[in-house]
């Protein structure tokens, strides 16, 4: 046996040389997982997993540590580290490189054994997931946890269905059944249901297995095939189910060594088409061993008491089994191996001796003769002394088989002493002695047919007669009953017959058609002439127990005669509840395993014997209802003595009394087919039948009548009511109407006033509001005024100061140049005319844009002035919008003029100082200089002023360029407002009339781009401001305009005067 420790390493070899495992083990490699830390210890494997070739198999250690390892390639690979404990594992998906883990965290996941990388991580359970089941196809899995089962689609990951339970009935296993679409699942309780996978529809439930052996159901198996179940528990009882059937048809027992059972697995085979006939069962001590399910021999065991399995996998090809030992390590075994022994084919009957050369022999030598007719064995050898050890094994194996087959070994004279000798049998074979006592045939067939025929209408309203507290008792008791009733018509119309069923019912209630067939069986041989004087109680039957009981004790027949006490009294209750009444369970089971293995006059003796035993209570019993209570309760008495008195009975009544002579012998149901039941009198039960079928009819004819009377009453009564409900409605509705009209006269007064009142609100509201605007207007107005008031002043104060400064630097330095200023007079002069006529120009410059932009305002105006004229007809609230964005637009053209002028002053005083500056610094060169670089130096200055007037010219151009473009774009979306304004004009009543007066625009000399500049900033805003004024406002904003204006040309003049040329003032002081 070869060892291989995986330590550290991810990955290697299986086996160094060639493995060659032994037929008395069959190991080929044991794997141990161990750790090369200071403190080295071994990681226990915890699950394994073959994949669908069955080549390769995956395994998991309690650290999460993940191994594939490949039995066909001699190689081992560390797949995945969970860092947690795997508690089962799957590896035969459809995708074949993948696998399924299920951890200590209740989760599953699936990883990729050649990426390593995981693929999906599925949560849903609760606990923790000790079994994984993979359909065929690969594509659904199932996934148990003790409290429920989840069936995933591996396709997407997503959990299609899921399985919930009660607390008190836990999930042993859920499964799919191989090449097959079937769930199976097993419950605690030893239920199992088989589920469509696709509808998850119940297709059938396995009947509760036989009480003789009844276990808790804790491991399972499955053939290849899907036909054969095989299931244990913590017994050396193996049951095996034909799911095909839906029964128990074999019950294996194992060895005494196994108490318990851990697990199960088939072997598969090449050849047997998947109908696996060998299954190994791992029992408590850690030893699996494989027996054949048909032959019942053990073939081949694995593990030993010093190194138990703790579990264990068969791979689909069956080549290999794969074990997890007690110790924690890992043992491959090979199946070829196992079976060596098994399969090797027998010794030939005639071998061939030869001769051994004369030289060679000598007295010590094996002599062996050989004659004709027969071949002479040498003498045994002890390889053959131990076959044969094992042959005697074997057989005394079959003969213990043999003995374990009750069945077919029962005697029931031997059964008979038992029973004198103890009084009852096992409580553990009863049920199986029973069974064979009464010959049950157990007609599977013929039982369907009649359950199929479904509950008989006697028995349809079973439970208002007999409440029953458990709902599946009382069902049972009714399939039953019905299935008697379909087998013979007489059972229908018996009153009694669900009192003496009852007591078979409760002990067979998990197997109806040994119930049956045990009732069938009683009414046949032990209800003997029952129904000869049907309906009446048997008479001739109750005859007989009057004679028995009037030949052993006179005293007390005498003493029922005389209190008027029949046998229908003192015997037939006994007899038509089978004595159930009387007695309790366990006294029951002991008197009825005396009955069925007696002959069927016991049972008539038996009533004698309790008569007789109880003869002191009922003597003392004189009422009738004494007598009644005393046959239908229980009674102090000791049915050892009741048995004894009957067997007492039995041998001494005389023979011309005795049951004996007028009841036949035990005879057994016949198989396939029930027989018939006809020992009644036909003619009455027909006869009754009929007249039970006549009343029923009348009573449906008398019932539909009484029907149809109660519905007309019913539709008359109401309808009446109805009448009188719509006449109570009528009244109401007409006085209603009149309670609603005054109230809808007395709310249409009011809603009125309140139209009034509301009218004169909103008009005083309308004029708050006007007053409001108005008074906001002007705060706003004034605030504006204020504002550009107060920057008039500050730029008039700065342009002051500046000025100032200028003046004082001017005079300081013209001190300093007056002699100088004496010598250059004549160029000064010459400079200054240029000076002047240059500013002469710029000034009329500026006094044509100025008339042409006041001429362009005058052109704007006149055409707002007609839009407006246009527009004047619309609602107010659109001229309400429209003014206030007329006024925001003239606002904006005011600043922007404003900000021009400022700006333009701003330029010009720049524009002076820098003259200035140049001046002075001119003046202090020409002191340091000639008069050539004097003259040099103002060329250069006059060059330099060129060039900047070239530039300023060109800003200029490129300015005016864009205010034409403006001004065309905004003259057409004037002409075009203007255009629609007059066509809605055309459709309206009146024409408003202008509220601005014409403007005379003197537009002659001024280019027609210049004149339409800032139109497109105000037509923006020119429709949507045409509201808000009103007529009582227009003439002041005009004249506020006009002062604004008026001032800002007054501070402009004034501002010119203040900044006169530095050179002009020292002239004058010259």
């Known amino acids: 046996m070869q060892s291989t420790d995986l330590g550290n390493k991810e990955s290697g070899k299986l086996w160094h040389r060639k493995p060659s495992p032994a037929a ?82 209740y989760s599953i996941k699936c990883f990729d054994t050649v990426t390593k990388e995981l693929v999906s991580w599925m949560r849903g359970h609760e606990s923790s997931v000790f079994s994984i089941s993979v359909h065929a196809s690969g594509r659904y899995a199932i996934t148990t946890s003790s409290d429920t089962a989840q069936l995933w689609d591996l396709d997407t990951f997503q959990r299609k269905r899921k399985l919930n339970i009660l607390q008190s009935v836990g999930i042993q296993k859920v499964f799919f059944l191989p090449l097959s679409n079937t769930i199976l699942s097993c419950f605690k309780d030893n239920s199992i249901f088989a589920w469509e996978c696709d509808t998850l529809s119940c297709r059938y ?90 032959t019942c021999k053990l073939l081949f065991e694995i593990g030993s008491l010093d190194e138990g399995i703790s579990s264990s996998v068969i791979s689909p090809h ?79 194996g079959s003969f213990e088989n043999k003995e374990n087959e009750l069945s077919d070994g029962l005697n029931k004279k031997r059964l008979q002493v038992l029973l004198k000798g103890y009084g009852e049998y096992p409580m553990k074979y009863r049920m199986f002695i029973w069974r064979s006592l009464l010959q049950l045939p157990e007609n599977h067939t013929a039982f369907s047919s009649l359950e199929d025929k479904g509950v008989h209408v006697a028995f349809l309203n079973l439970q208002k007669k007999y409440p029953i507290k458990s709902r599946k008792l009382l069902r049972v008791l009714q399939r039953t009953l019905s299935a008697l009733a379909h087998w013979s018509a007489i059972f229908s119309d018996t009153p009694y017959l ?70 229908q009294l003192y015997a037939w209750p006994l007899l038509e509840t089978v004595f159930s009444e009387v007695l309790t369970r366990e006294e029951w089971l002991k008197l009825f395993d005396n009955v069925f293995s007696n002959h069927p006059s016991f049972l008539l003796m038996t009533v004698v014997a309790y008569n007789i035993c109880s003869r002191a209570p009922l003597l003392n019993c004189s009422l009738k209802d004494d007598f009644e209570y005393f046959f239908h309760h229980r009674n102090n008495l000791d049915i050892s003595v009741v048995i004894r008195e009957v067997y007492h009975l039995m041998d001494t009544t005389p023979t011309d009394i005795h049951p004996n002579s007028m009841l036949h012998v035990f005879v057994a149901l016949t198989k396939g087919q ?113 504002q550009r008031e107060m920057e008039l002043r500050r730029l008039d104060d700065e342009i002051e100061r500046k000025v100032h400064m200028r003046d004082r630097e001017i005079a300081t330095t013209a001190k300093d140049l007056e002699m100088r200023h004496l010598e250059l007079e004549s160029q000064k002069r010459h400079y200054e005319k240029n000076l002047i006529r240059n500013q002469e120009a710029v000034a009329k410059e500026m006094r044509e844009d100025a008339n042409a932009f006041r001429r362009k305002v005058d052109l704007e105006e006149h055409m707002f002035h007609k839009l407006i004229e246009t527009d004047q007809t619309q609602n107010q609230k659109t001229q309400k919008l429209i003014e206030e964005n007329l006024a925001k637009a003239e606002q904006a053209c005011l600043n922007a003029d404003w900000r021009i002028q400022a700006l333009h002053k701003q330029r010009c005083d720049d524009l002076q100082r820098n003259e200035c500056y140049q001046e002075v610094a001119r003046l202090l060169r020409e002191n340091r200089r000639t008069e050539t670089e004097v003259l040099d130096a103002m060329m250069g200055e006059e060059a330099k002023k060129w060039e900047e007037a070239k530039e300023k010219d060109f800003h200029l151009k490129s300015e005016k360029k864009a205010s034409a473009l403006a001004d065309a774009s905004r003259k057409w979306f004037l002409e075009k407002e203007r255009n629609d304004a007059l066509e809605h004009a055309e459709h309206l009543c009146s024409k408003a009339v202008p509220r601005y007066p014409n403007r005379q625009v003197a537009s002659s000399g001024v280019p027609r781009t210049s004149q339409l500049d800032d139109i497109s900033e105000m037509d923006s805003s020119t429709c949507i401001s045409l509201n808000q004024r009103r007529i009582q406002w227009d003439t002041m904003e005009r004249d506020l305009v006009e002062r604004v204006r008026n001032l800002r040309q007054r501070l402009t003049v ?17």
């Open 498 to 567: 669900p009192l003496l069923a009852f007591p078979f019912v409760k002990l067979f209630q998990n197997n109806q058609l040994i119930c049956f067939e045990v009732i069938a069986t009683l009414i046949i041989n032990w209800c003997q002439h029952w129904f000869e004087y049907f309906p009446n109680p048997p008479i001739n039957i109750l005859s007989m127990i009057e004679n028995v009981l009037a030949f052993h004790d006179k005293d007390l027949l005498q003493h029922f005669i005389n209190h008027d006490i029949t046998s």
């Open 205 to 294: 439930q396995l009947p509760a297995p036989p009480e003789s052996s009844s276990i808790l159901y804790k491991v399972f198996a499955v053939t290849r095939d899907g036909r054969i179940l095989a299931a244990g528990g913590k017994s050396n009882h193996l049951h095996l189910w034909c799911l095909e059937a839906k029964q128990l048809f074999r019950i294996i027992q194992m060895p005494t060594k196994v108490r318990a059972i851990r697990h199960l697995d088939f072997l598969p085979d090449s050849f047997d088409a998947g109908s696996n006939q060998v299954l190994g069962v791992l029992s408590q001590d850690g030893i699996m061993r494989f027996v054949n399910i048909q």
């Open 24 to 105: 008395r083990d069959g190991i080929i490699v044991n794997i141990i997982h161990s750790t090369s830390d200071y403190l080295p210890k071994v990681l226990r494997f915890l699950n394994v997993a073959f994949d669908s070739s069955g080549d390769c198999l995956i395994a998991g250690d309690h650290q999460g540590n993940i191994y594939v390892f490949d039995l066909y390639g001699n190689r081992f690979n560390l797949v995945q580290r969970t860092a947690q404990a795997c508690t089962a594992l799957a590896f035969n998906l459809r995708r074949k490189s993948e696998f399924l883990v299920a951890l200590a965290d």
């Open 674 to 786: 029930y027989p018939v039941f006809n020992q009644y009198p036909k003619f009455i039960v027909d006869y009754q039948t009929q007249e039970r079928e006549r009343i029923r009819i009348d009573e449906l004819d008398y019932l539909r009548e009484r029907q149809m009377v109660e519905d007309m009453q019913a539709e008359v009564d109401q309808q009446r009511v109805e009448d009188e409900a719509w006449y109570q409605k009528q009244e109401l509705l007409r006085k209603a109407e009149e309670t609603r009209r005054e109230l809808l006269l007395q709310e249409e007064e009011k809603m009125i006033q309140q139209r009034q009142r509301l009218a004169s609100v909103k008009r005083e509201l309308k004029v708050k509001e006007m007053h409001l605007q108005d008074a906001t207007r002007r705060r706003f107005l004034k605030l504006q005024q204020d």
């Open 318 to 396: 069956g080549r290999y089994i794969a074990s997890i030992m007690e110790n924690g390590s890992l043992n491959i075994y090979s199946v070829q191996a196992l079976t060596q022994e098994i399969n090797k084919p027998p010794p030939p009957l005639v071998k061939v001796i030869e001769d051994l050369p004369k030289s060679k022999l000598n007295s010590g030598d094996l002599k062996i003769k050989v004659t004709t007719g027969r071949v002479q064995r040498p003498a045994k050898s002890r390889e053959n002394k131990i076959q044969t050890r094992i042959l005697k094994q074997d057989l005394a």
């Open 1054 to 1070: 004034q501002a010119r005067n203040r900044r006169q040329p530095p050179h002009l003032l020292a002239t004058q002081r010259a």
